[in-house]
């Protein structure tokens, strides 16, 4: 190891223990990536979402560094860079619970260092925007730290910029007790994009909406935690998505309820259209003993085409008593009447069927906007 | 210039013919009400004036105005003078009134413009005050959540911004209250004009006390039975349709 020449002898073992403690955790997102099963389609968290083609070819990107750029479009000034030394951040990265990916998640690990932690411990008084963007392959991770107390609202985007733009997120939300939290994602333009998203809500209010649109290939998992009881608590989670062409979305989903007496509420809507393909696969968790949970979860989906294909899978796991839980999914055709109504007074029929998709859409996002984040 | 509807048969698709052979013709600046009982096909006529894909249909003609009714789309149809306003007004979920009437009156200018924004509002607000309506209707989404009256009365609204020459009011009057009878019927006696026509299908005197119309027709079984005067109104209102049922049988 080489030592800057007018380095104290402090300064030089504090350097050496810091290189050492990167290298281990380097050594162990490599044991975990070695360890962890690659996606396959045999494994049943990645059965329809084109692992063979898709989860592999992000394996693969990991070979190259990760290569893109983070910026705070508004009202950042809680956001701090996030630096490979940033030892508790990666150790939280480390923690995360994934739908199947826990290999993936290894190999993020060994990228670690791109991205932004915001430390919001003052209301915002207009949405922090948050972009990550590349033209080629990019690994950033988030994490978003409401205080108590605090009301927050922030708006991550994330842009291909290229025809074989890829990018991979993981992202940690910690909701204080009595922090209220909306929170979205957009992204676009990908030829392949992935996200990991963890919320532990510990009391306050969160709502989390994910949007893709012009992605081939999105993969989605979010997992929320819910630690607090009581009234002020609530986790609410949306997604409203549009696939056209040959896109494949891929959305995994679980509510886990470590405490009872919370509520949780998932929504998760899409418009599919052409080839193109979606699957859902929701859970909802409730630990032994945690009765009085308030949990649903529901998928819709709007078919456009005949060739779309839907794949919904929502599930309940309840290991407790005077649980109030339901899921549901559904999914259809446009609704010929409404088509008609709009046809019949004169709207042609291209702008009438996305403004029936958009609506059907709204539904969703209208419910993220609605979600109290006030008193 | 007239509506003009010829030995029109139409039937839901693979299933029994519901209109048999309509004969009708509406001429510019009049007001014709169409009567009949219950199942008769007083809505099937006016959807399948509209174009609905539910119904095929299987000889016969409709001309508007010199056009060929039946070779152009629903929406072309629309953007031609025609407007039903319906039984049942559909809901349209995540889409707001505002936009939708946008987007209808949008879609009737030359490609490429864009109405003006604050003229359309003024005109919308102005619209809804006459017809009692509350402001906040605007952002919500179309019909969704209405009372059957609101309904009623937001089809109503859509027919003032969209200034149809043939307008069809299918049992508009049903749902409404009784003040509301009377503010919507004002609404479309002020759009009553030597350009445009009315087909009011009702089931009732009221509305027609209201509504003159110069023409009364009694709709059965997918003919057109009886044409008359407003004293036809007058003996239905009294006797009920047993008169056009023993002449059948
Ligand atoms: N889409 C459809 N599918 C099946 N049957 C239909 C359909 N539309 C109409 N019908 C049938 O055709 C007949 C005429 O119906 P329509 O709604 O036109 O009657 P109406 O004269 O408007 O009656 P009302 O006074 O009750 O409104 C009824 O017997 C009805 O059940
Ligand atoms: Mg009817």
Known sequence: ???????????????????????????????????AALPDRLNEDWRFGRPHRHAAALAELFDTPSCGEARV???????????????DLRQTEMLMPTIGSDALLGLHLQQFGAGYALYIEEDTKEPIVLEYST??????????????????????RHTGNAAESALFATRNIHVAEGAQLRVSLRSSGFAR???????????????????????????????????????????????????????????????????????????????????ATAVFAGNIYVAPGAHHTDAYQSNRNMLLSEKATIHSLP????????????????????????????????????????????GFLADATNRFYAAETND | ????????????????????????????????????????????????????PAYEITAGSVEMDGQDLLSMSVDE?????????????????GVSNANFLRAALEARLPKGEEINVVDFYKQLRGRMKELGMDTKFTARAVNEGFSGGEKKRNDVLQMMMLEPTYAI???????????????????????RAPFRSFMVITHYKRLLDYIRPDVVHVLYKGKIVRTGGFELVDYIEAHGFDFVRNEEE
């Open chain 1, 1 to 35: 190891m080489d030592f800057p020449q007018n380095m104290s002898m402090e300064e030089a073992f504090a350097l050496a223990e810091a290189e050492a403690k990167l290298q281990q955790a380097l050594n162990e997102s490599r044991e975990r990536f070695d360890q």
């Open chain 1, 73 to 87: 479009l508004r009202a950042g000034e809680c956001a701090v860079p996030v630096s490979a030394e940033d030892d």
């Open chain 1, 135 to 156: 033209d080629s392959f990019y690994a950033p991770s988030t994490y978003i730290m409401v205080a108590p107390g605090v009301k927050a609202e922030i708006e991550e």
């Open chain 1, 193 to 275: 994009h992935m996200s990991i998203t963890n919320i532990q809500n510990l009391g306050g209010r969160v709502s989390h909406l994910t949007q893709h649109s012009s992605n081939a290939w999105t993969r989605e998992e979010t997992v929320a935690e819910i630690y607090a009881a009581g009234e002020g608590t609530e986790t609410r989670l949306y997604s409203a998505n549009r696939l056209t062409g040959s896109e494949v979305l891929d959305q995994h989903t679980r509510q886990v309820h470590h405490v009872g007496g919370a509520a949780s509420d998932l929504l998760y809507k899409n418009v599919v259209d052409d080839s």
């Open chain 1, 315 to 358: 599930g309940l796991e309840i290991l407790a008593d005077k649980v109030r839980c339901s899921h549901g999914s559904a999914s259809a055709p446009m609704d010929e009447e409404q088509l008609f109504y709009l046809l019949s007074r004169g709207i042609p029929r291209q702008e009438a069927l996305q403004l029936v998709a958009e």
């Open chain 2, 1 to 52: 210039m007239s509506l003009i509807i010829r030995n029109l048969h139409a039937r839901v698709k693979d299933g029994a013919e519901i209109l048999n052979g309509i004969n009708l013709e509406i001429p510019k600046g009049e007001v014709h009400a169409i009567m009949g009982p219950n199942g008769s096909g007083k809505s099937t006529l006016s959807k399948v004036l509209c174009g609905h």
């Open chain 2, 77 to 93: 149809r629309s953007r031609a003078g025609l407007f039903l306003a319906f039984q049942y007004p559909v809901e349209v979920p």
């Open chain 2, 169 to 191: 009011l299918d049992e508009t009057d049903s749902g409404l209250d009784v003040d509301a009878l009377r503010v919507v019927s004002d609404g479309v006696n002020a759009m």
